[in-house]
C-alpha cells in the first residue's frame, strides 16, 4: 500500500472511530486510534501515516511526532471535504 493509499485508509478510520463535528470535520484521540485493534492491522506505521495527512493537509494535530501514553488524549480533526458539493458543480457542467 502506498502512502495515498495508506492516507485514504486513514480517513476511513478516523470518521470511523471519530465524531463528527457541526463543521462536518471528525474528531478523534490519538489513544483510541492506536488502541483499535482494527487500525493497528491496517498500518504498520500509524505515526507516519498520521504525519503524511497532516504534510498534506488532511488533518490537524498538535505537536509533530505522537507517541502512545504521552499523547493519547491528542485530538486529531480530519478537515471537512467539499466533495458534497464538488461534484453536483462538475456534474451540471457535463450535462449543459
Excluded: W
Excluded at 476511513?12 to 490519538?30: M, N
Excluded at 504525519?51 to 471537512?80: M, S, W
Aim: glycine residues 8%.
Amino acid at each position: 500500500m502506498n502512502v495515498e493509499e495508506e492516507v485514504e485508509r486513514l480517513k476511513e478510520e478516523i470518521q470511523r472511530l471519530g465524531k463528527v463535528q457541526d463543521d462536518g470535520s471528525y474528531k478523534v484521540t490519538f489513544g483510541v486510534l492506536f488502541n483499535d485493534d482494527r487500525c493497528a492491522n491496517i498500518f504498520e506505521a500509524l505515526v507516519g501515516t498520521l504525519r503524511a495527512a497532516k504534510k498534506r493537509k488532511f488533518l490537524t494535530y498538535e505537536g509533530e511526532l505522537l507517541l502512545q501514553g504521552v499523547h493519547d488524549n491528542v485530538e486529531i480533526i480530519l478537515n471537512p471535504t467539499p466533495a458534497a458539493a464538488a461534484p453536483k458543480a462538475t456534474d451540471a457542467v457535463g450535462t449543459s
